[in-house]
């Protein structure tokens, strides 16, 4: 399938006019990605990632067609380094709200994000040793759907000047690095 992907990801680029020097598949965990090189990212990225966007789909949708799949593999495309950038940053708030979750006890809700990014924070946060006492839940619905965080045992904050405050923090908090995640 390998060898498919890199087919059609050359063919998609070639008819929109976006030079490449090579396109690398990786198995990475349950998922394919694809990495793009090219002197030319900031094209193939677009504003806030939409082209990306829009390139990884129809990828998926070609591979989907052209194998006759029920239903598409899980791929990524990424080129520059761009989307594993956008899950570090992910992964760093979703480790820091998992610290302030242990502090308190309290559930805290991270701002509403894509399909993919809520499975990236729901995988880091199934899959850290170091976080093995916490779980997640998406929450909402459509464009609002939102990661919960909490503690697995429900054991609430010991401390009584714990910092409440910031439990189910508002929707689209400007602050939190999570406002232009582009997938």
Same mark, same amino acid.
């Given at each position: 399938?390998?060898?498919?992907?890199?087919?059609?990801?050359?063919?998609?680029?070639?008819?929109?006019?976006?030079?490449? @020097?090579?396109? !690398?598949? &990786?198995? #990475?965990?349950?998922?394919?990605?694809?990495?793009? *090189? =090219?002197?030319?990212?900031?094209?193939?990225?677009?504003?806030?990632?939409?082209?990306?966007?829009?390139?990884?789909?129809?990828?998926?949708?070609?591979?989907?067609?052209?194998?006759?799949?029920?239903?598409?593999?899980?791929?990524?495309v990424?080129?520059?380094?761009?989307?594993?950038?956008?899950?570090?940053?992910v992964? @760093?708030?979703? !480790?820091? &709200?998992? #610290?302030?979750?242990?502090?308190?006890?309290?559930? *805290? =809700?991270?701002?509403?994000?894509?399909?993919?990014?809520?499975?990236?924070?729901?995988?880091?946060?199934?899959?850290?040793?170091?976080?093995?006492?916490?779980?997640?839940?998406?929450?909402?619905?459509?464009d609002?759907?939102?990661?919960?965080?909490?503690?697995?045992?429900?054991?609430?904050?010991?401390?009584?000047?714990a910092?409440?405050?910031?439990?189910?923090?508002?929707?689209?908090a400007?602050?939190?690095g999570?406002?232009?995640?582009?997938?």
């Amino acid at each position: 399938m390998n060898d498919l992907i890199i087919e059609t990801t050359g063919k998609l680029l070639t008819l929109l006019g976006i030079p490449f @020097t090579a396109i !690398n598949v &990786k198995e #990475d965990a349950d998922m394919l990605r694809v990495e793009v *090189v =090219t002197d030319h990212a900031s094209r193939l990225i677009g504003w806030h990632g939409e082209t990306l966007n829009a390139v990884q789909h129809l990828v998926k949708s070609m591979i989907r067609t052209a194998k006759n799949l029920e239903r598409a593999p899980f791929i990524v495309v990424d080129v520059d380094g761009y989307r594993t950038m956008q899950e570090d940053k992910v992964r @760093t708030i979703a !480790n820091a &709200k998992a #610290d302030f979750v242990r502090r308190t006890g309290s559930r *805290v =809700t991270l701002p509403p994000m894509s399909p993919y990014f809520r499975r990236v924070v729901h995988m880091h946060i199934s899959s850290t040793p170091a976080l093995s006492d916490l779980a997640t839940e998406s929450i909402g619905e459509g464009d609002y759907r939102q990661v919960a965080i909490y503690l697995k045992n429900g054991k609430q904050a010991t401390e009584p000047d714990a910092e409440i405050s910031e439990e189910l923090s508002p929707v689209m908090a400007k602050d939190d690095g999570l406002e232009n995640l582009d997938v």
